[in-house]
């Protein structure tokens, strides 16, 4: 499967982003759905996931209760509904592709490119 994210961009700091993916080349249902940021000098960070149904969302504690991951299959696509963004969720955020259960970053073998989310106090 072929990914595409897009919707990074800079946003003042309390401010919102929505990250769309846009999946191609393989059915969409078959893979649970996750987006990882990367921050200057730190590791890939798991962010958020959704089941291949969409009826189960898992998240990050740094981003629970600001963040809301979807998938609509009708278009292919995830999403990342970002608000109340703050100054350290400044990362290159990416969206990955699994069919298996683990949301480490071994276990996704599917990835887009990166879409860069600066956030200005």
């Known amino acids: 499967v072929q990914l595409q994210a897009s919707g990074g961009g800079l946003v003042q700091a309390g401010g919102s982003l929505r990250l769309s993916c846009a999946a191609s080349?393989?059915?969409?249902?078959?893979?649970?759905m996750g987006w990882f940021r990367q921050a200057p000098g730190k590791e890939h960070e798991f962010v958020a996931g959704?089941?291949?149904?969409?009826?189960?969302?898992y998240y990050a504690g740094s981003v629970k209760g600001r963040f809301t991951i979807s998938r609509n299959s009708a278009k292919n696509t995830v999403y990342l509904q970002m608000n109340s963004l703050e100054p350290e969720d400044t990362a290159v955020y990416y969206c990955a592709a699994t069919y298996n259960t683990s949301w480490s970053r071994d276990a996704m073998p599917f990835w887009g490119k990166g879409t860069q989310v600066t956030v200005s106090s």
């Open positions: 080349g393989q059915t969409f249902s078959n893979y649970r």
């Open positions: 959704i089941s291949w149904t969409g009826t189960s969302t």
